[in-house]
């Protein structure tokens, strides 16, 4: 394993939290192994690892990006992360202006049915 990897899973943990991520490991198979590294060392060992921005920031960025190109299936798991990120309810509201701006109103229109859905099931009124 390299230290991107190690250092990709101990970022995936503390934004996704230990559960998910245990969730996430006993799933991987032969088919998606070499994919799964490739996310540890790729996505968690040099993207959100980087120290140049903030977890907050990176949290408001993934999110408008996963909106704006219409990768909503991956919205909720990210939203219930910004728990550990510090990315508040008023980030992701102007994270998701963004994308009503620059990437249309129904993407954002949508990102935002699924933050409320999300919210509502973590306890959360937004």
Do not use: C
């Not at 990768?71 to 992701?92: C, S």
């Amino acid at each position: 394993m390299t230290n991107r990897h190690d250092e990709g899973m101990r970022v995936r943990r503390q934004v996704l939290g230990d559960a998910h991520v245990d969730r996430a490991e006993a799933g991987i198979t032969p088919l998606d192994a070499a994919f799964q590294r490739m996310i540890k060392e790729g996505a968690w060992g040099t993207v959100w690892a980087s120290d140049a921005i903030s977890l907050r920031e990176r949290s408001m960025l993934t999110l408008a990006l996963l909106a704006a190109t219409g990768n909503f299936e991956e919205i909720a798991m990210h939203i219930r992360a910004t728990v550990r990120t510090g990315a508040t309810l008023q980030d992701v509201a102007e994270a998701f202006q963004h994308v009503a701006v620059y990437a249309g109103v129904p993407r954002a229109n949508h990102a935002l049915k699924i933050a409320k859905e999300t919210y509502r099931e973590m306890g959360v009124e937004p």
